[in-house]
């Protein structure tokens, strides 16, 4: 996983009007926490954030006033009707060896047996505990041949060394759930509708 490098302001003005003023002049509010220690409202660069944050669980280096620490994205408010704008970011202060739980996306391959069987995804994201530099990006699960009624348990998963599962193994993470047919309307009820 590559860090990515990000320079930060730190804020003074808070609330609403505050924020409005740092989105129109291009910058993002944040808090970083962590540690044990105060929280730093942050002001960050809009455009170099939302570029940061299209990858899941990005590890940044924050330049704060000189000072450089390494943060994971916590929590992102995004607007509601703008999905490139962003409204907020919380950013979690993490160290080098450290555990963190994330969530990772999980994404398949392979084609269903045939029949026109359905693939739910129970769990679009999989929990897991990994060391602050190394979060995995994604998992793969291959759902190649199965059938209505199988699913993937989230101990099924093979996931990268120095990952582990921080849910119960037995969770459901993929299911295959069975086409439904169309019922065809009975008979009787055929004729009554033609009769109205």
Known sequence: MSEVK??????????????????RAD?????VYGHG?????????HHDTL?????????????IDGKSQLVIPKAVQRDVL???????VDLLLVKRGEKVQVEIPVHTEGELA???NLLEH???????????THIPESVTVSVAGLDAGASVLAKDIVLPKGTTLAVEE?????????????????????DEAAEA
């Open 122 to 132: 129970v769990l679009n994201s999989l929990p897991v505990e990994a060391e602050a």
């Open 51 to 63: 570029m940061a944050l299209k990858t899941s669980n990005v590890l940044i280096n924050l330049d």
């Open 170 to 190: 037995d969770a459901v993470v993929l299911q295959v759930l069975a086409a439904q047919a169309e019922e065809a309307p009975a008979e009787g009820a055929e």
């Open 37 to 45: 220690e105060a929280p730093v409202h942050v002001a960050l660069p």
């Open 114 to 116: 045939p029949g026109g």
């Open 82 to 88: 703008r999905q490139g704008i962003l409204e907020h």
């Open 6 to 23: 990000i320079s930060a302001e730190v804020r003074s003005e808070f609330g609403k009007g505050a924020a409005r003023r740092l989105r």
């Open 27 to 31: 910058k993002l509010p944040a808090v």
